[in-house]
Each structure stands twice: as structure tokens, then as C-alpha cells.
């Protein structure tokens, strides 16, 4: 569906993307991750043929971007773009037309996006009395009303409550069981864990890897996540680094990757002697993932 090929972009001497490659699959919802300045926006919108790329070739749907690549991308930015004094359904005619669409199927197309992000109940409810979630999701439906190939979410549930979270999450679902592809942005790395076929963490311009999450976990050489807490930390990883345990800090919390599953009883009998306050196994999750691999690579 999506293809980038060697992508350059700078602003006068400040290079935002280097060589960039990406590739999205018709029909499966790829997260974006990055920091802050990473080249995530910069991406959207050489994409979304709002700016021009200094180099590289992009190729969406088998076609080169151009203007007429425009009218098969849906994109909801991460800020809202409703007019709140208007309507739900106000706002998509006002987005259906300028995305051209003719205007004897104009309102069946808003019926059955309202419908699709459930808020078809909501149709002459203007934005401003509509909770957060809500509005999230008329936003979404801004994307969707011409009937995208791929749809590009910046930040979809950010500052949303966790049960708002979930109504987008769902949403975003329910797009890829209609075969629409989906483009994902994401601080939040449970989002990506819970949402993605393939993930590509970007740094500085460059995407580091690209791949399934199962295909991440093999890129760090641990079956488990042990995290301890202990009032004699050195001794621990000392403890730990004699049986070929590596040690992370993930924020203040002492870590250790597990090379193999164990039961805790035999966790806890290698650290004998040791004095532990609490300790408890996790699976490898994106956060170890994304860490190590953004640390390797920090300049």
C-alpha cells in the first residue's frame, strides 16, 4: 500500500529525515513510534503530498504521491479539526465537499460514517456539547467520510480517559476488519502492542527497525523481565551478571533480563543471601524493546 524509499528532507542545514524506508502492507494498521522532532510529522506530511521530499520516492497504491494520490488518504490530526459550533454532521458535509465528493451521495456517506464511528445518534448535536471521546472520533470520521485507501491517525487517544481510550481502539479495529490500511502515531507503547502488525521505531530521521512485535522480541536476548527491588542493589547484579543475567533501570526500578524462563523459586534461590523487597516477572514488552534499541542508538 505504502512504500518509501530513501526519503531525504532538511530544513536549510537541519536534516529531519535521512534515507528513510518504510513499508506498509494494504490492509494493516503499522505504528510509527517516535520522540518528539523524530521526523514523525515531517513524514505525514511528505505523504500527504503537503510538502516535498529533497529526495527518495514514495509510492501509495502503486502510484507516485501527487495531488490525485490525496483523494485515497484520510488523516486526523492529532489536534481536532471540528468547528464546534457546528453540528456532527455539519462538519462532515463541510469536509465530504472539500474532498469532492458529488453531492447526491453526500448524505448517505455521512450517515454511514456517523454510523461507522458510532455517533449516528449524535448527527445534530453540535461538536462543543460532545464529551472528548466523542470527539475524538468525529475527528477520525473527518478521515474517513470520502472513503480512504489509507487513513493516518496522529495521536489518536492522546489526553483521552482509558474508556475513551478503549471506544478508539475499537474504532481503529474495526477500520482494519474493513481492509482499510491504517498509518498509526503513537507515544503510547500498550497502544502499539495492542493495535499493530508491524511496528518501526524512528530516531532522528532514520527508522531503526521495522517488524512484527515477535520480530522486536528477538532483537533483545531475554525470555522474561525480572524486576527487583532490594536494599543492596550492587550485590544483586553482581548476583545477576554471574549468571549471565543483563541489568536495566527502567526508570528508577532495577531490572534484569531473563536468558531463559525460570520459576521463581529458582529465581529467588540465585539470589539467596540477598534481601528482596519485592519482585515480579514480566513478558518483554515494547517499553524494553524501544529502549534498548533508541539507547543503542542515541548520538
Given at each position: 500500500?505504502?512504500?518509501?524509499?530513501?526519503?531525504?528532507?532538511?530544513?536549510?542545514?537541519?536534516?529531519?529525515?535521512?534515507?528513510?524506508?518504510?513499508?506498509?502492507a494494504n490492509g494493516e494498521i503499522y505504528g510509527l513510534l517516535g520522540a518528539n522532532g523524530a521526523g514523525k510529522t515531517t513524514t505525514i506530511n511528505i505523504i500527504c503530498n503537503l510538502l516535498k521530499a529533497d529526495s527518495g520516492d514514495i509510492q501509495l497504491n502503486n502510484q507516485p504521491i501527487s495531488e490525485a494520490t490525496k483523494k485515497i488518504i484520510g488523516i486526523a490530526p492529532q489536534e481536532n479539526i471540528l468547528y464546534k459550533s457546528l453540528t456532527c454532521e455539519e462538519n462532515l458535509r463541510f469536509f465530504a465537499e472539500i474532498y469532492g465528493l458529488s453531492k447526491n451521495i453526500i448524505n448517505q456517506k455521512i450517515k454511514?460514517?456517523?454510523?461507522?464511528?458510532?455517533?449516528?445518534?449524535?448527527?445534530?448535536?453540535?461538536?462543543?456539547?460532545?464529551?472528548?471521546?466523542?470527539?475524538?472520533?468525529?475527528?477520525?470520521?473527518?478521515?474517513?467520510?470520502?472513503?480512504?485507501?489509507?487513513?493516518i491517525l496522529d495521536e489518536p487517544t492522546t489526553?483521552?480517559?482509558?474508556?475513551?481510550?478503549?471506544?478508539?481502539?475499537?474504532?481503529?479495529?474495526?477500520?482494519?476488519?474493513?481492509?482499510?490500511?491504517?498509518?498509526?502515531?503513537?507515544?503510547l507503547l500498550d497502544e502499539a502492542e495492542r493495535l499493530c502488525q508491524k511496528i518501526g521505531i524512528l530516531k532522528q530521521g532514520q527508522i531503526l527497525v521495522e517488524g512484527s512485535l515477535a520480530e522486536l522480541r528477538n532483537l533483545i536476548p531475554a525470555q522474561e523481565v525480572l524486576v527487583m527491588q532490594t536494599t543492596q542493589e550492587k550485590e544483586a547484579i553482581a548476583r545477576a551478571q554471574a549468571y549471565?543475567?543483563?541489568?536495566?533501570?527502567?526508570?528508577?526500578?532495577?531490572?534484569f533480563w531473563l536468558p531463559e524462563s525460570l520459576d521463581l523459586k529458582e529465581i529467588i534461590s540465585r539470589f539467596e543471601g540477598i534481601p528482596i523487597d519485592a519482585i515480579s516477572r514480566q513478558p518483554v514488552r515494547l517499553e524494553h524493546i524501544y529502549l534498548e534499541l533508541t539507547q543503542q542508538f542515541a548520538s
Amino acid at each position: 500500500m505504502l512504500k518509501i524509499n530513501n526519503i531525504n528532507k532538511s530544513y536549510g542545514k537541519r536534516q529531519v529525515l535521512h534515507n528513510l524506508n518504510l513499508n506498509v502492507a494494504n490492509g494493516e494498521i503499522y505504528g510509527l513510534l517516535g520522540a518528539n522532532g523524530a521526523g514523525k510529522t515531517t513524514t505525514i506530511n511528505i505523504i500527504c503530498n503537503l510538502l516535498k521530499a529533497d529526495s527518495g520516492d514514495i509510492q501509495l497504491n502503486n502510484q507516485p504521491i501527487s495531488e490525485a494520490t490525496k483523494k485515497i488518504i484520510g488523516i486526523a490530526p492529532q489536534e481536532n479539526i471540528l468547528y464546534k459550533s457546528l453540528t456532527c454532521e455539519e462538519n462532515l458535509r463541510f469536509f465530504a465537499e472539500i474532498y469532492g465528493l458529488s453531492k447526491n451521495i453526500i448524505n448517505q456517506k455521512i450517515k454511514e460514517t456517523l454510523l461507522s464511528v458510532n455517533l449516528l445518534d449524535r448527527a445534530k448535536s453540535p461538536v462543543e456539547t460532545l464529551s472528548g471521546g466523542m470527539q475524538r472520533r468525529l475527528n477520525i470520521a473527518v478521515a474517513l467520510v470520502h472513503q480512504p485507501k489509507l487513513v493516518i491517525l496522529d495521536e489518536p487517544t492522546t489526553g483521552l480517559d482509558i474508556e475513551s481510550r478503549y471506544e478508539v481502539w475499537e474504532l481503529i479495529r474495526q477500520l482494519k476488519s474493513q481492509g482499510i490500511t491504517v498509518l498509526l502515531t503513537t507515544h503510547l507503547l500498550d497502544e502499539a502492542e495492542r493495535l499493530c502488525q508491524k511496528i518501526g521505531i524512528l530516531k532522528q530521521g532514520q527508522i531503526l527497525v521495522e517488524g512484527s512485535l515477535a520480530e522486536l522480541r528477538n532483537l533483545i536476548p531475554a525470555q522474561e523481565v525480572l524486576v527487583m527491588q532490594t536494599t543492596q542493589e550492587k550485590e544483586a547484579i553482581a548476583r545477576a551478571q554471574a549468571y549471565g543475567f543483563t541489568h536495566r533501570y527502567y526508570d528508577k526500578d532495577l531490572a534484569f533480563w531473563l536468558p531463559e524462563s525460570l520459576d521463581l523459586k529458582e529465581i529467588i534461590s540465585r539470589f539467596e543471601g540477598i534481601p528482596i523487597d519485592a519482585i515480579s516477572r514480566q513478558p518483554v514488552r515494547l517499553e524494553h524493546i524501544y529502549l534498548e534499541l533508541t539507547q543503542q542508538f542515541a548520538s
